[in-house]
């Protein structure tokens, strides 16, 4: 492939910046129209002839600008997808007139920290050695901090690491937030299929969609369902296929150049694991399948993946996932059984399916980047989640059903008895880590790199919520922001079993935030007055259980409630623990600045 074939392509993709993508609403999960008419591709396809990836074109994977972050986590603030027409092609023609890429413009205020500002992050590209691309980096699966511009490298990842440009062959990528000119510089647009997953309004812009990268065969369009009293696509995952394996990567991060730690103002966390592919001819039956692999495919139909996608995940071995669990919250109502396997309804489910439900307390700790409107009610629905109850126990106490509920009534309070003392628990055990005004403030990148940390201060001010919950969220790297979003939990006293050491803990990395919209709520239908889950956010992420002999051997079994320590082998903590308690200090409200 020519130069000018492959600026072509990337011509068409800045079609992109000329509409503005928000929350609304489709009647259902939306394919693009274009893909009828298009070859048939899934994560099995053979790389193209040799012919066609003889050349590799200077300066994608080599982005050196840096992007300032948004206002607000809302996708109008960078456009549909954060790519400038008149720039783009100034590059085009600075290619033509010379052998390398010098940084884009800067369109906008830049996001920088302290003296960085002369010295924008210049990512690497990783090219794995021929014996490397043999292997599999993470066949058991990891969890990384994204790395960040200033900061030595530990646990860390770039996205470039992530995508491993060089043999990859197609690429499934939803995000909240894109910045698509940026995202084309980290793949081979001659060499790799793309399919963006993404927000959309009406019928009308996804057709403006479709018309605008209609030139690209190499990419695809896909729009989840935005009915039922959706908000937000909000979801972040990868389906990267390589020739030997397909890697499953749950981020935290959008795709945007700063979550990615290229203006080192900001963290995020990544799971990561490597799926072998099977040999030719082989396939997992679907009674077989992994509870990860089931949840997995069950998210991307619903989300209206190409059946030819979803089919081809059966191709590759995911024996490896039989300890993890894939976590989802799927926009919409959800009634009969499907309520059971969504939304904090199907965290809880993950719980009992991995074995790690507790009668006993928990001690909860939940790093979040916006926090929604809390009361006990949505309190008890993540803490008795975290233990494994699927929604009924504190359904059954709202809509008091008597033995279906586990709560027993105390005649001398209006509370059941069992309520009192759950609230008690939350009290004592739960955390929520959210930064104050002056954590953002003092940061790297100060007040204008706050506009994805989000809470409102007429929910912080009700009488409702918890504010003695809440915790000051400091990064373990001094000076980052958090855009983490990672629910830890410690069984207060684990045992040893059958002469093997118990899971003491878990943790959840993914997107979901502290919200009734991202985890939803169970309510009686009032037609069939059944239950109804209703989730107004597409979220994902990955339970992870911490068994002890696989943590460190040096802790033992603890008498009393594990430290942070336990997850160390396995998810890196990233924030300072235990954090400071808020005191007369007010959280970080960034609508207020």
């Given at each position: 492939?020519?130069?000018?074939?492959?600026?072509?392509?990337?011509?068409?993709?800045?079609?992109?910046?000329?509409?503005?993508?928000?929350?609304?609403?489709?009647?259902?999960p939306?394919?693009s129209?274009?893909?009828?008419?298009?070859?048939?591709?899934?994560?099995?396809?053979?790389?193209?002839?040799?012919?066609?990836?003889?050349?590799?074109?200077?300066?994608?994977?080599?982005?050196?600008a840096?992007?300032?972050?948004?206002?607000?986590?809302?996708?109008?603030a960078?456009?549909?997808?954060?790519?400038?027409?008149?720039?783009?092609e100034?590059?085009?023609?600075?290619?033509?007139?010379?052998?390398?890429?010098?940084?884009?413009?800067?369109?906008?205020?830049?996001?920088?920290?302290?003296?960085?500002?002369?010295?924008p992050?210049?990512p690497?590209t990783?090219?794995?050695?021929?014996?490397?691309?043999?292997?599999?980096?993470?066949?058991?699966?990891?969890?990384?901090?994204?790395?960040?511009?200033?900061?030595?490298?530990e646990?860390?990842?770039?996205?470039?690491?992530?995508?491993?440009?060089?043999?990859?062959?197609?690429?499934?990528?939803?995000?909240?937030?894109?910045?698509?000119?940026?995202?084309?510089?980290?793949?081979?647009?001659g060499?790799?299929?793309?399919?963006?997953?993404?927000?959309?309004?009406?019928?009308?812009?996804?057709?403006?969609?479709?018309?605008?990268t209609?030139?690209?065969?190499?990419?695809?369009?896909?729009?989840?369902?935005?009915?039922?009293?959706?908000?937000?696509?909000?979801?972040?995952?990868?389906?990267?296929?390589?020739?030997?394996?397909?890697?499953?990567?749950v981020?935290?991060?959008?795709?945007?150049?700063?979550?990615?730690?290229?203006?080192g103002?900001?963290?995020?966390?990544?799971?990561?694991?490597?799926?072998?592919?099977?040999?030719k001819?082989?396939?997992?039956?679907?009674?077989?399948?992994?509870?990860?692999?089931?949840?997995?495919?069950?998210?991307?139909?619903?989300?209206g993946?190409?059946?030819?996608?979803?089919?081809?995940?059966?191709?590759?071995?995911?024996?490896?996932?039989?300890?993890?669990?894939?976590?989802?919250?799927?926009?919409?109502?959800?009634?009969?059984?499907?309520w059971?396997?969504?939304?904090?309804?199907?965290?809880?489910?993950?719980?009992?399916?991995?074995?790690?439900?507790?009668e006993?307390?928990?001690?909860?700790?939940?790093?979040?980047s916006?926090?929604?409107?809390?009361?006990n009610?949505?309190?008890k629905?993540?803490?008795?989640?975290?233990?494994?109850?699927?929604?009924?126990?504190?359904?059954?106490?709202?809509?008091?059903?008597?033995?279906?509920?586990?709560?027993?009534?105390?005649?001398?309070?209006?509370e059941?008895?069992?309520?009192?003392?759950?609230?008690?628990?939350?009290?004592r055990?739960?955390?929520?880590?959210?930064?104050?005004?002056?954590?953002?403030?003092?940061?790297?990148?100060?007040?204008?790199?706050?506009?994805?940390?989000?809470?409102q201060?007429?929910?912080?001010?009700?009488?409702?919520f918890?504010?003695?919950?809440?915790?000051?969220?400091?990064?373990?790297?001094?000076?980052?922001?958090?855009?983490?979003?990672?629910?830890?939990?410690?069984?207060?006293?684990?045992?040893a079993?059958?002469g093997?050491?118990?899971?003491?803990?878990?943790?959840?990395?993914?997107?979901?935030?502290?919200?009734?919209?991202?985890?939803?709520?169970?309510?009686?239908?009032?037609?069939?007055?059944?239950?109804?889950l209703?989730?107004?956010?597409?979220?994902?992420?990955?339970?992870?259980?911490?068994?002890?002999?696989?943590?460190?051997?040096?802790?033992?079994?603890?008498?009393?409630?594990?430290?942070?320590?336990?997850?160390?082998?396995?998810?890196p903590?990233?924030?300072?623990?235990?954090?400071?308690?808020?005191?007369?200090?007010?959280?970080?409200?960034?609508?207020?600045?």
């Open positions: 492939m020519s130069e000018s074939d492959d600026d072509g392509q990337l011509r068409e993709a800045i079609a992109l910046s000329l509409r503005e993508s928000s929350c609304a609403y489709n009647a259902t939306t394919k129209k274009t893909e009828t008419s298009r070859d048939v591709i899934d994560l099995t396809d053979s790389p193209p002839n040799k012919a066609d990836t003889s050349r590799q074109h200077e300066g994608h994977g080599r982005d050196t840096v992007t300032s972050p948004p206002t607000t986590e809302n996708p109008l960078l456009g549909v997808l954060g790519l400038n027409r008149k720039e783009m100034e590059q085009r023609l600075a290619r033509k007139r010379k052998a390398s890429i010098s940084p884009p413009p800067a369109r906008r205020k830049q996001c920088f920290s302290g003296d960085e500002r002369l010295k992050a210049t690497t990783s090219v794995p050695l021929p014996s490397e691309r043999r292997s599999l980096h993470y066949p058991r699966g990891v969890v990384k901090k994204t790395w960040a511009f200033g900061h030595a490298r646990q860390d990842i770039k996205i470039e690491e992530v995508l491993q440009r060089d043999d990859l062959q197609l690429a499934v990528l939803s995000a909240f937030q894109w910045d698509v000119e940026w995202l084309l510089r980290k793949i081979s647009l060499r790799t299929k793309m399919i963006f997953v993404m927000q959309a309004k009406e019928e009308a812009v996804q057709s403006q969609y479709e018309r605008e209609a030139g690209m065969p190499n990419l695809r369009l896909c729009f989840p369902s935005m009915d039922g009293g959706v908000n937000c696509m909000h979801s972040k995952l990868m389906l990267l296929s390589h020739p030997t394996y397909l890697r499953v990567v981020p935290s991060a959008n795709l945007v150049p700063y979550d990615w730690g290229e203006s103002v900001m963290e995020n966390t990544v799971f990561l694991i490597d799926l072998p592919r099977l040999d001819g082989e396939e997992i039956q679907k009674g077989k399948m992994t509870f990860f692999g089931r949840e997995l495919i069950h998210f991307l139909e619903a989300m993946l190409d059946d030819e996608i979803v089919d081809s995940i059966h191709k590759f071995d995911f024996s490896e996932t039989k300890g993890l669990a894939f976590v989802h919250s799927i926009g919409g109502p959800h009634v009969g059984e499907e059971r396997r969504t939304g904090y309804c199907g965290l809880g489910k993950a719980v009992q399916v991995l074995g790690l439900q507790d006993g307390p928990m001690e909860i700790d939940f790093v979040t916006s926090i929604g409107s809390l009361n009610d949505f309190l629905m993540i803490y008795l989640a975290a233990k494994g109850d699927d929604g009924m126990t504190e359904y059954g106490h709202r809509y008091k059903q008597g033995n279906k509920s586990k709560f027993k009534r105390n005649t001398n309070t209006t059941p008895e069992n309520d009192v003392t759950l609230l008690e628990q939350i009290r055990n739960f955390r929520i880590y959210f930064p104050t005004n002056e954590t953002v403030m003092h940061s790297k990148g100060g007040a204008s790199c706050g506009g994805t940390i989000c809470l201060s007429k929910w912080y001010n009700s009488a409702s918890p504010q003695s919950l809440m915790r000051d969220c400091k990064s373990r790297r001094a000076g980052l922001l958090m855009h983490n979003k990672i629910l830890f939990a410690r069984r207060q006293q684990p045992s079993s059958a093997r050491q118990s899971c003491p803990a878990w943790a959840y990395v993914g997107s979901a935030n502290l919200s009734e919209s991202a985890w939803g709520k169970l309510v009686r239908d009032q037609r069939t007055k059944a239950p109804k209703t989730c107004r956010n597409w979220e994902c992420g990955v339970l992870i259980p911490v068994h002890l002999n696989d943590a460190q051997p040096e802790l033992g079994i603890p008498d009393s409630v594990c430290n942070m320590d336990v997850f160390r082998a396995h998810v903590v990233p924030m300072v623990y235990p954090g400071e308690m808020y005191g007369t200090r007010k959280p970080w409200y960034f609508t207020e600045q």
